[in-house]
């Protein structure tokens, strides 16, 4: 009674799809992760360099006074 039941092929066929399509989205998982972290880095780039810009457009702007 305890015995492993066979697999037929269409399960073994039904089984390495389950794990072909967990390990792409393991792999989509982790391409988002890596993409939200460019991105992030990204967002604080151009916040800084918007600083950057409006500082010197400020800093300009009152030279010419």
């Given at each position: 009674?305890?015995?492993?039941?066979?697999?037929t092929s269409e399960e073994?066929?039904?089984?390495?799809?389950?794990?072909?399509?967990?390990?792409?989205?393991?792999?989509?998982?982790?391409?988002?992760?890596e993409i939200k972290r460019?991105?992030?880095?990204?967002?604080?780039?151009?916040?800084?360099?918007?600083?950057?810009?409006?500082?010197?457009?400020?800093?300009?702007?009152?030279s010419k006074k």
């Open positions: 009674m305890s015995e492993a039941k066979k697999l073994k066929e039904i089984f390495q799809q389950v794990v072909e399509l967990g390990n792409k989205l393991n792999a989509m998982v982790g391409k988002t992760h460019s991105c992030h880095k990204l967002e604080n780039e151009n916040q800084y360099l918007q600083d950057y810009v409006g500082n010197l457009m400020s800093t300009d702007i009152l």
